[in-house]
Structure formats: structure tokens, C-alpha cells
């Protein structure tokens, strides 16, 4: 039996409890809040009713629950539910981790509440990204469905992220002890784990593309009202197509979704990153039909941001971040970025386009894609160096990511150190230019 609102526990640990937000096969999940750190935490617990250790099934509660355990403090994406600490209580051992308002894609898999073409495609993207950070700290989930991708949700209820949940089934690559087989959701698993049998990325990846299907049709790849036919459906028959099923669904996007979905691992796509890039190809080829046009999405901003020199010492973990913390705007060719005497309190990084740099109205150089505009201002010391020395105007269409110092300060010490080192070559980059023009003026010139 689950814990009903008569019995709720005021306190777990040192954490109040504030309401029920659910259960699982073994397990009650709470809202409650940290008394030190002021945050709201969702809790998952065990049964405190659950078998002894030597009873048949207690195994598994454990096993699932030292799964997610060991992971406390590990996983740190910002499209990962993070698990915050794991206390192993003899009656009733619990996991502490970060609450996300809001709902599961599961509510989205109905066909009358469908979410827009080209915002799956985006949500499925980043679901890639993070999976594929997970299988490089050595993690397999084996349970990728929608009930444990957890929507984020704005101020009016519109989904504006996605986060992985749930980790106790999760194959760790790097643990010694023996680990649970024949784990997942029957309807999102691929034929080889369903045998129980080797399993890597891709099996996640035929997960992953079996939630797609269903957030697009509304209905899942393979559906029977029996285990041993579903089972069957899923070593023999082909997915139905997704074209025709809905309006807007194209060849290309039909391709990526059953690709991911195939039999054979070796016939998916070989890795996470392989399948991200196919999916925000989508997006960029305008291949779904776009929800909101003008609008430069984030798996774009990922991929653009990736391309850049500046960046390209940042991992994932700290690219996300600049997606999320940056300003990115567009600006017409003529427009004055910077002006000769202005007080600079922000910097640019030319994501697209060019810039023509001007002093004394006369042009110095052209800068392109990757390179930084503003920088120098943006570092000076003090007041009365912080102040631009060039005129630089747009000569080609240009977006950029801007930053001010608010923002630079709202990034984590390791995307700091790494804008730091960014700053470093790009300054070095210009004193040896500096050398050259001095040294060697005709040939600059």
C-alpha cells in the first residue's frame, strides 16, 4: 500500500514534507523542502512496508534503489535530473534529488494533446545530448520512456526543456557488482534487451526513438493487449510509417525517427551524437514544419556555438550553459555595434555574418564568425579604459551572442575558467598580428 494524505510524513530526514507527488512499484515521491538551502527537493522513498532482505523481490527494491544511489552527486547536465544525496535509512532508505514542476511527456502522448513538430524534435534532441553525457560518465538507462522525461514548463504552461529521470535501472559500464538484466518498459525496448543480452548506447537510442514515435502519432511503434504479442511485434513487423499519420510529418523526419527504431543495433545510428545531429538537421533543414518562425532554436545555438573556435575548448555541460545564460540577437547590415568613445558593458561573439572594425574612419579589419568584438573594453581594468577605440559596423547580416557582465557572472567557475582561456587566445592571437603589422607592415597591409 502507498502512503495516502492521512499518513504523511511531516518529515523525512531533515527535510519537511509538503505534499505527495506520486508512487512507483516500490516507491513514494514527495515534495519537500530543504530547511538549509531553501529550495523545494523531490524525495523518493522506499516502502517502509517493503520485505525483508530475505524475501523474494526485496533484491531488486535494493539493487534499483543503490543503482540511482551511487549516482548522487555525479550527474551534472542541465537536461539530467540531478540527484542531490542518497541516504540508505535500514527501514526506509530515500533519494534526494531536484524537483521539476511540471509533467512527464506521458501526458503529451495523447492525440489530443500533441505537442508541435518541430518542439518534439527539439525536446528529442536534447534528451540525445544529455543521454549521450550519461554514456560517457559509463551509464546506460535502459528505461527511456516518456513517464521518465520530465517536461519544463514556463509561466503559462507551454514545455520550454525536458529533463531525464529515474536512473534505477540504469547498466553502470564501470561498476563491479552484479547488475539487474531484463529491465525496461516493454513497449520502448529494443529486441536485444528484451533478451536480456549485451547491451550499449544504441538500445537507448532505439528508446529514444520510440518515445519520438509516440510524441508524434500519439500512439506508440508496437501495441498489443498481450505481452507475448507485443514481444512479437517488436522482433518481426516494421513500425508503420509516420507519414500519413500526421499532417506535417516528412519523408526526412519519418527516416530519422524509423532509423533509430531499426532491428538490428548495427543498423541504427552508431552513437548519440550521430542521432543529435540528425535530429537538429531536421530543424535546420526545415524538414517539420516550424511553430515559430524567426526563431533560432536551441539545439541551432548548440550546433552553431560548437562550430565557433571560441568554444571549442567547452564541453557540453558548458555549452548548454551559454545557450541558456546568452543573448542572441540579429542584426541588419550598417548596424553600429560599437562606437568610438562608448562605455563598453558587454562583449559580442560573431556566431554568423561579419563586422568591418573602423578607426579614424578608416577600415582596419573584417572579422567573421568566431571571433570576439568588444572584449577589450569589456576587460579593462577601469573606467577610463573602458571605452571603445573603433567604430565596428555590420557588413554582412550578423548574429551574435552577447554577454554582459550579469551574465558572464551567472555562469558556473568552469564555463568561466573556459571563457578566461577563450579571452586568452583570442587576445594572443591579436599582439601577434600586432607583431606582424609592425615588423612586417607591407606584407599586412
Known sequence: MSVTADDLPSHIGRYQVLRRLGEGATSDVFLARDPFQQHDVAIKRMRAWAPPPDAPGSDFSNR????????????????????????????????????VPGVTLKHFCRSDRLLALDQIVELAFKCA??????????????????????????????????????????????????????????????????????????????????VLYHLIGG?????????????????????????????????????????????????????????????????????????????????ERFNLLRALEFFSEFGDVQLWEVVRRAR?????????????????NSFHIIAQGEVEVFRDGRLVATLGAGTSVGEMAYLAPNPDLRKHSADIRVSQECTTICFQPETVGQLSPECQHRFDRGFIRVLVRRLHAAHEALHHPRRIL
Open 129 to 210: 545530448m544529455a543521454l549521450g553525457y550519461v554514456y560517457r560518465q559509463g551509464l546506460i538507462h535502459r528505461d527511456v520512456k516518456p513517464a521518465n522525461l520530465l517536461a519544463v514548463l514556463d509561466g503559462s504552461g507551454q514545455v520550454v526543456d525536458v529533463k531525464v529521470s529515474d536512473f534505477g535501472s540504469a547498466l553502470n559500464l564501470n561498476a563491479d557488482a552484479t547488475q539487474i538484466h531484463r529491465v525496461g518498459s516493454l513497449a520502448y525496448m529494443p529486441p536485444e534487451q528484451i533478451e536480456g543480452g549485451d547491451v550499449d548506447c544504441r538500445a537507448d537510442i532505439y528508446a529514444l526513438g520510440a
Open 328 to 344: 542572441w540577437k540579429r542584426y541588419p547590415v550598417g548596424h553600429a555595434l560599437f562606437k568610438r568613445g562608448q562605455e563598453g
Open 219 to 299: 500512439r506508440p511503434p508496437f501495441d498489443a493487449p498481450h505481452q507475448m504479442a507485443l514481444m512479437h511485434q517488436i522482433y518481426h513487423q516494421a513500425p508503420l510509417p509516420l507519414v500519413g499519420q500526421r499532417e506535417g510529418v516528412s519523408e526526412a523526419l519519418d527516416a530519422v525517427v524509423l532509423r533509430a527504431l531499426a532491428k538490428a543495433p548495427h543498423a541504427r545510428y552508431a552513437d548519440w551524437d550521430a542521432f543529435a545531429q540528425a535530429l537538429s538537421a531536421l530543424v535546420a533543414g526545415q524538414q517539420v514544419p516550424l511553430n515559430r518562425l524567426g526563431e533560432v532554436r536551441d539545439s
Open 64 to 99: 534499483f534503489f543503490s543503482a540511482e544511489a551511487a549516482l548522487a552527486g555525479r550527474l551534472h547536465h542541465p537536461n539530467v535530473v540531478a540527484i542531490l544525496d542518497a541516504v540508505a535509512e535500514d527501514s526506509s532508505p530515500y533519494l534526494v534529488m531536484e524537483y
